[in-house]
């Protein structure tokens, strides 16, 4: 048994903001942005929540798989900017759908948020406990932004991206995945402040702040070792594999990882000039794109891989 998608949606916002609009509400330029990270606008949301854009990718995600909600044992949402701290976005998607049978939950991976749900939904299918999962990855990483520090606000985007899964004969070859807590706070946002009478209130932004060079080192040789374990753990190799669908990040961290890995970045389909950093949505966007363009055929070997914040990383190779 292994753990297949058998469909893919995504939702973006509907507000395009481009480098040059916020060079006009910050210290910044498309040159400094775009040769830096490859992003040339993201989408904002103004009426969207984590949620509503969870709810639009599930039920396209569903469409494609030509599943029911009714069929779905399990949804796990990968997430750091739910609407609400409980509800989880997950039970708000089991809701908006009525897939009445499911569990839902989140988890919180930060940008392996996917992969994370994607690698404990196989855990549940392997232990023979279910056998249909909706997984999504959705952010609206725009309201956790300190819109003052143009060294991190420029890098991100909202989204969410959704895969059915299903418990069949091929689909997750390998999967790798790890943490490191003890480098947590290069890339960290602080949760609420306590507000009870013994607290003296700190006056923390709650605001992500990051480390951006520490951050672009760990991602440089974490993810390189983690796709060469899940590739030796299945026997293949890179010449195998028709696409790496990395968390888009940053151009020159997908062109580190190619380089590294001595493949063409030619074989590493990109979001990242259109969405910038979605965190948790990166993978499953991307790959919604590219299977929805016609890119992915059946048979064919594809590495997804997300890491940041925790830190946290996971890399999953793939027969389609
Ligand atoms: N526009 C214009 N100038 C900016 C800017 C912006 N949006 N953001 C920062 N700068 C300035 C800085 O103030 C600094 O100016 P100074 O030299 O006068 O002090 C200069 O640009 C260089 O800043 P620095 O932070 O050293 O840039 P960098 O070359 O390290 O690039 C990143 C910054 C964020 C692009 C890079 O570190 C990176 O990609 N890191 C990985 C981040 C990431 O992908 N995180 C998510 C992982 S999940």
């Not at 893919?8 to 060079?23: M, Q, Y």
């Amino acid at each position: 048994m292994r753990t297949r998608i058998i469909g893919t949606g995504s939702c973006l916002p509907e507000t395009v903001v481009t480098n040059d609009d916020l060079s006009k509400i910050m210290d910044t330029s498309d040159e400094w942005i775009s040769s830096r990270t490859g992003i040339r606008e993201r989408r904002l949301v103004k009426d969207e929540t984590t949620a509503s854009m969870s709810i639009e990718a599930a039920r396209r995600a569903l469409e494609d798989a030509k599943v029911s909600a009714q069929d779905i044992d399990l949804i796990i949402v990968g997430t750091i900017t739910g609407d609400y701290v409980t509800p989880s976005t997950a039970c708000e998607v089991q809701a908006a759908i009525g897939a009445d049978k499911a569990v839902a939950f989140d988890v919180n991976a930060a940008c392996s948020g996917f992969m994370f749900a994607l690698h404990t939904a196989d855990a549940y299918f392997k232990a023979g406990i279910y056998k249909t999962a909706l997984v999504l990855g959705a952010e609206t990483l725009s309201k956790i932004m300190d819109w003052n520090d143009r060294s991190t606000c420029v890098l991100f985007g909202d989204g969410a991206g959704a895969a059915v899964l299903r418990a069949e004969e091929t689909g997750i070859l390998a999967y790798d995945q790890g943490s490191d807590g003890a480098k947590g706070m290069v890339l960290a946002c602080k949760n609420r402040l306590n507000n009870n009478p013994l607290v003296q209130n700190p006056k923390d932004l709650q605001y992500t702040y990051m480390d951006g060079q520490e951050v672009y080192k760990f991602a440089v040789t974490t993810v390189p070792a983690s796709i060469n374990k899940v590739l030796n753990e299945a026997g293949l190799s890179v010449e195998d594999i028709d696409y790496f669908a990395l968390h888009q990040a940053n151009i020159r961290i997908i062109q580190s990882v190619a380089k590294r890995l001595k493949v063409s970045e030619d074989k590493f389909p990109i979001s990242l000039d259109h969405c910038g950093n979605i965190s948790a949505g990166s993978v499953p966007i991307l790959l919604d794109e590219i299977n929805k363009k016609g890119m992915l055929k059946p048979g064919m070997k594809i590495v997804l891989s997300g890491f940041g914040a925790g830190l946290t990383w996971g890399s999953a190779v793939i027969e389609w």
